[in-house]
């Protein structure tokens, strides 16, 4: 029985469901929707109203965090490391990983510079500790290719989107660790397939219907 995924374009935390889905070459389908405009549906499916819901037959999950840990159990061998310190840790650095996501959404919203700067800065305070937890890599775990690794690919894509459009989301220099980091995560093959294919001009059109300091850049054509 093949799972299907209800998310729409632009989310990142369905695309850590289809990574996962990815990673372990299992089936699956995937339905996009309208969050703006959702069919009937999906109201007695998500509880919360909102994506990543994952259906299996009759049974219906929803939140990121839970679905991904649910595939990765059931679809053996597991992306976690097998210690379970380790994998409590790694646990948590994926959650710290939603949480630079949503730094990440609050640049797209800045107003202007100043706000989209302040941004940056709460962003790059994250991307310090994240850049002393890692290791010699070439993952996040050291040799083995991990479960949080694939976690942050839509955060690493989407802070590229911002980067391009005005410079401050990435310094190499700051984050070394974390530019190598990156740059092996987006070269994996799996990556493109784990978006729609049209991903970044989406990306930069919401950016230009929020109107934002990022927005506005895009549509000065010095993005």
């Not at 630079?100 to 107003?111: E, I, K, S």
């Not at 994996?188 to 294919?197: A, E």
Request: aromatic residues 10%.
């Amino acid at each position: 029985m093949k799972p299907r995924l209800i998310s729409f374009k632009l989310c990142p935390f369905v695309q850590k469901a289809v990574l996962t889905l990815l990673k372990k070459q299992v089936e699956f389908d995937i339905d996009y929707i309208d969050l703006d405009n959702p069919p009937p549906w999906f109201g007695e499916l998500s509880p919360l109203g909102r994506v990543p819901v994952l259906q299996v037959g009759d049974e219906v999950l929803f939140e990121s965090s839970v679905i991904v840990e649910y595939l990765d159990e059931v679809h053996p061998p597991s992306l976690h490391p097998a210690d379970p310190l380790k994998k409590a840790q790694n646990r948590s650095w994926i959650e710290f990983g939603n949480e630079c996501l949503m730094n990440g959404y609050q640049l797209v919203m800045a107003d202007d510079e100043e706000g989209y700067l302040e941004q940056v800065k709460e962003l790059h305070a994250k991307l310090d500790r994240l850049e002393r937890q890692l290791g010699d890599g070439p993952w996040f775990n050291g040799d083995t290719l991990a479960l949080v690794d694939l976690c942050y690919i839509p955060l690493f894509q989407r802070l590229q989107y911002c980067d391009e459009a005005c410079p401050g989301p990435f310094d190499d220099q700051r984050h070394p660790k974390l530019h190598a980091w990156r740059e092996r995560l987006m070269q994996l093959p799996l990556v493109k397939d784990s978006t729609v294919p049209e991903i970044r001009d989406l990306y930069r059109r919401m950016m230009q219907m929020k109107g934002g300091f990022l927005g506005q850049r895009i549509d000065l054509g010095e993005g």
